[in-house]
């Protein structure tokens, strides 16, 4: 092997991440506090499978949104001729198999979810092709207070992770025919300043006007600021709904600024639509939108079923913690176990699984290619994985029924090492860590 050419590497896909170790403390930190906070909600967990019908989503998402017109991964499966499509998002989905499994059979449900999404956009900051997505979705609700509930739940979320620099900027986007009657004025202001619309407005001026207040060209923002209101055209019910919304946030000190040019990139938003936005990520600053989707149940052949939901970009919101300043560097392990010898070797695996058998992290130093095997770079690993203690085992050691144990952590080095009976050893950590631990860093728990 090694006399021939050296193999070429394969890298990852463009726009597509690997989530390293080092990052990998922050996702579990995110994914426990999501978990924990939906849950003291009563929302349940549904997993969808990442590929789906692409009629799915051309029917759900609509034809003429950015997903369907322009960022779906869809393939045909060669084996038997199938249109499939890797999810871009999860609502589709959820919605497919809540009708499948007739999930609102008992009543209304109360979901959310979690995973890879796929969108073939131009890969920058905040904006890739693989990229994850939490969201909820409470299906057969009618009411503002779901849709004020979820948005809480939110709020709860940025607390929990210590998130200070989100905003709530909140719309109501009405029902169909009241979008129908501003879309009639929307077009014909346009068209009188049809001079000022950027290529990407004049193809939508048609097929989705709504979406053109909704532009990032700062050459066209004074224009869409004076354009027809969508608020100005809401009925007394939609009307009342977004009243209802905000009577339940502003009782509950939730603030929140109406932006009446929020508008949701899918077709299936009704009334209240919202997105939790910040400033500390560039132009990628949309860490979650959400809204209510009342027809998207119907469009999918169930019968007429009111949702709403949100969804967060995992992505944007880690990079929003990382930015906010606080480190996750948490350590390896509580105890890193150092041996030589065929004999110590023997006594190291026992040590190491009765302190797990305690609840201790532990790792044990195991035969590697790149040398190590010397005590001397032994004690380096066991340094470098964090761990509080080092246990260390030579043949000396094995000879007497001894182990020696070294704190890692200790101020002072002229005494960090004692020598114990191998029979007390477990004890004798696990007490030391328990007292460490309520000594020196209440804030920092064991199991
Ligand atoms: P944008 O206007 O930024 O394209 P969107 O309206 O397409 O967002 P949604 O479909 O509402 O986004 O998805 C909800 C959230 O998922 C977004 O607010 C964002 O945080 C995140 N998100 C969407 N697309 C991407 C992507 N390509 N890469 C990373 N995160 C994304
Ligand atoms: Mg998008």
Request: glycine content about 14%; charged content about 20%; proline content about 2%.
């Given at each position: 092997m090694s006399e021939n050419k050296k193999a070429e590497k394969i890298l990852g896909v463009k726009g597509m991440n690997d989530i390293l170790p080092a990052d990998a403390p922050l996702w579990e930190l995110f994914e426990n506090t999501v978990q924990s906070v939906l849950k003291s909600y009563g929302y349940q967990q549904i997993r969808t499978p990442i590929v789906e019908p692409t009629p799915l989503f051309a029917r759900g998402l609509?034809?003429?949104?950015d997903i369907v017109e322009k960022e779906m991964y869809s393939f045909v499966d060669s084996m038997n001729g199938d249109q499939l499509t890797l999810r871009p998002e999860s609502t589709a989905g959820v919605v497919r198999s809540v009708l499948e499994h007739n999930l609102t059979y008992e009543g209304p449900k109360r979901l959310w979810y979690a995973g890879p999404m796929f969108r073939h956009e131009k890969p920058q900051r905040g904006r890739y092709r693989q990229f994850h997505q939490v969201g909820a979705e409470a299906i057969g609700f009618t009411g503002p207070d779901i849709d004020a509930e979820l948005i809480m739940l939110c709020q709860r979320l940025w607390d929990d992770l210590g998130l200070e620099n989100i905003r709530l900027e909140l719309n109501s986007i009405g029902n169909a025919e009241e979008r129908n009657r501003h879309r009639t004025d929307l077009i014909a202001y346009f068209e009188q300043h049809k001079d000022l619309l950027d290529a990407d407005a004049q193809r939508r001026l048609?097929?989705?006007?709504?979406?053109?207040?909704?532009?990032?060209n700062p050459a066209m923002q004074d224009m869409v600021n004076k354009a027809p209101q969508l608020l100005d055209y809401l009925g007394e019910e939609s009307r009342a709904h977004f009243e209802g919304v905000q009577r339940i946030l502003r009782n509950n000190s939730i603030p929140f600024t109406i932006n009446p040019r929020l508008v949701r990139?899918?077709?299936?938003?009704?009334?209240t639509v919202f997105e939790w936005v910040t400033?500390?990520?560039?132009?990628?600053?949309?860490?979650c939108g959400g809204g209510r989707y009342d027809p998207l149940i119907e469009m999918f052949g169930g019968k007429p079923t009111p949702a709403c939901g949100f969804a967060i970009g995992v992505e944007r919101l880690l990079e929003l913690i990382k930015a906010s300043g606080e480190q996750f560097t948490p350590n390896q392990c509580d105890v890193y176990v150092v041996h030589q010898g065929e004999a110590a070797q023997m006594q190291a695996f026992v040590v190491a699984e009765r302190l797990r058998d305690a609840g201790l992290d532990v790792v044990l130093n195991c035969a590697s290619?790149?040398?190590?095997?010397s005590f001397k770079s032994q004690m380096k690993r066991a340094d470098a994985s964090g761990a509080s203690f080092a246990v260390i085992i030579g043949d000396d050691e094995v000879a007497k029924g001894i182990v020696a144990v070294k704190?890692?952590?200790?101020?002072?080095i002229e005494n960090n090492q004692t020598t114990i009976p191998f029979e007390s050893v477990i004890n004798h950590i696990v007490e030391q860590i328990i007292c460490g631990d309520e000594c020196d860093d209440p804030t920092h728990h064991h199991h």
């Open positions: 609509g034809a003429v949104t048609h097929s989705n006007p709504l979406r053109i207040l909704d532009t990032k990139g899918m077709d299936y938003y009704n009334r400033d500390q990520l560039g132009s990628q600053g949309t860490v290619s790149n040398g190590g095997a704190n890692l952590r200790s101020d002072d």
